[in-house]
């Protein structure tokens, strides 16, 4: 069960069981919304929650918001005071994950974006792992990706998840942990919800955003700290799903999963069959960039408590 005791919801902090939206709302009749997934961590030695590249994802979701035809009333500083005060009144001290979400409120039957009116909430609920396991098995769903000309990967809008679901959801029934989507023109897209980076011959490799993917927030930190600490080298490029067959190394990453190496792709062991050097050397690095131990980065983290 959710362990939080309140929401962000028309326009103040209240407790959860206010935050209550009609059957009749536009959103939840017709997707019509957009969010973020944020990770906060828990640091027990300097008793602080620590947000983890929180302006980079306010900032991401009013980009949403203007592709969707969406009015947020919140500026991206008035987004982050917002989600430190209601961390604040939560008092968690373990690592939570933090949903905000813009949504048509309006109670209409009525499939278009214009003319109906927004509204924002947040909460944040205690999170550990989205994907469960040090390493994950991987197949290639049966299910394309959708194409940025028919619902954009660039915005993370809230009906287009149908899309993740069917993929992540075959993957499942058919016992591997996650699915690699295949976009319209038959090369390597992302994950149901995550990014992916392949490793060959020292070089990470990974999908364009023409790719229609998501301009993954972790996706650019793994650049970061590959570059910084590795010497590596990023590509970004198309990727063949053969390829994944012949990486060396090969691993997803996003907000929710984090870093997760992927072992096995379509019953062919990935590389070794073992987590590979280049990704167990960036799991420690985020796991340490996510925690404020890299001081380098400490921007990347805002704190909760005084």
Not at 158 to 168: E, P, V
Not at 258 to 287: C, F, M, N, T
């Given at each position: 069960?959710?362990?939080?005791?309140?929401?962000?919801?028309?326009?103040?902090?209240?407790?959860?069981?206010?935050?209550?939206?009609?059957?009749?709302?536009?959103?939840?009749?017709?997707?019509?919304?957009?969010?973020?997934?944020?990770?906060?961590?828990?640091?027990?030695?300097?008793?602080?929650?620590?947000?983890?590249?929180?302006?980079?994802?306010?900032?991401?979701?009013?980009?949403?918001?203007?592709?969707?035809f969406?009015?947020?009333?919140?500026?991206?500083?008035?987004?982050?005071?917002?989600?430190?005060?209601?961390?604040?009144?939560?008092?968690?001290?373990?690592?939570?994950?933090?949903?905000?979400?813009?949504?048509?409120?309006?109670?209409?039957?009525a499939?278009?974006?214009?003319?109906?009116?927004?509204?924002?909430?947040?909460?944040?609920?205690?999170?550990?792992?989205?994907?469960?396991?040090?390493?994950?098995?991987?197949?290639?769903?049966?299910?394309?990706?959708?194409?940025?000309?028919i619902?954009?990967?660039?915005?993370?809008?809230?009906?287009?998840?149908?899309?993740?679901?069917?993929?992540?959801?075959?993957?499942?029934?058919?016992?591997?942990?996650?699915?690699?989507?295949?976009?319209?023109?038959?090369?390597?897209?992302?994950?149901?919800?995550?990014?992916?980076?392949?490793?060959?011959?020292?070089v990470?490799?990974?999908?364009?955003?023409?790719?229609?993917?998501?301009?993954?927030?972790?996706?650019?930190?793994?650049?970061?700290?590959?570059?910084?600490?590795?010497?590596?080298?990023?590509?970004?490029?198309?990727?063949?799903?053969?390829?994944?067959?012949v990486?060396?190394?090969?691993?997803?990453?996003?907000?929710?999963?984090?870093?997760?190496?992927?072992?096995?792709?379509?019953?062919?062991?990935?590389?070794?069959?073992?987590?590979?050097?280049?990704?167990?050397?960036?799991?420690?690095?985020?796991?340490?960039?996510?925690?404020?131990r890299?001081?380098?980065?400490?921007?990347?983290?805002?704190?909760?408590?005084?």
């Amino acid at each position: 069960m959710p362990n939080n005791k309140f929401a962000f919801f028309n326009g103040e902090i209240v407790p959860i069981a206010q935050a209550q939206v009609s059957v009749m709302t536009n959103a939840l009749n017709y997707g019509t919304g957009c969010f973020e997934g944020i990770r906060g961590y828990w640091a027990p030695e300097e008793e602080q929650l620590l947000v983890f590249q929180l302006r980079a994802h306010m900032e991401r979701l009013h980009g949403s918001c203007r592709i969707l035809f969406m009015r947020l009333p919140y500026s991206v500083d008035e987004l982050c005071d917002i989600t430190v005060e209601l961390l604040r009144r939560e008092g968690f001290r373990e690592d939570v994950y933090i949903r905000p979400l813009v949504y048509k409120s309006d109670p209409a039957i009525a499939v278009q974006l214009n003319g109906l009116n927004d509204a924002f909430t947040l909460f944040a609920v205690g999170f550990g792992q989205y994907i469960a396991g040090t390493a994950v098995r991987a197949c290639v769903s049966s299910w394309r990706r959708i194409d940025d000309n028919i619902i954009p990967s660039r915005a993370k809008a809230s009906g287009a998840y149908i899309n993740s679901a069917l993929s992540k959801t075959e993957a499942l029934l058919n016992g591997y942990d996650e699915a690699i989507v295949l976009g319209g023109d038959g090369h390597v897209s992302e994950a149901s919800a995550a990014n992916l980076f392949i490793v060959r011959n020292g070089v990470l490799v990974t999908p364009p955003v023409t790719s229609d993917v998501l301009e993954g927030i972790t996706r650019q930190v793994v650049a970061r700290l590959a570059h910084d600490h590795l010497g590596l080298a990023v590509v970004e490029r198309p990727i063949d799903r053969t390829e994944l067959y012949v990486a060396d190394e090969a691993f997803f990453c996003g907000t929710g999963a984090e870093i997760k190496p992927i072992i096995e792709i379509d019953r062919r062991p990935v590389g070794s069959g073992e987590v590979g050097p280049i990704a167990g050397q960036l799991v420690a690095l985020y796991a340490d960039a996510v925690r404020g131990r890299l001081p380098d980065y400490r921007q990347w983290c805002t704190p909760v408590y005084a």
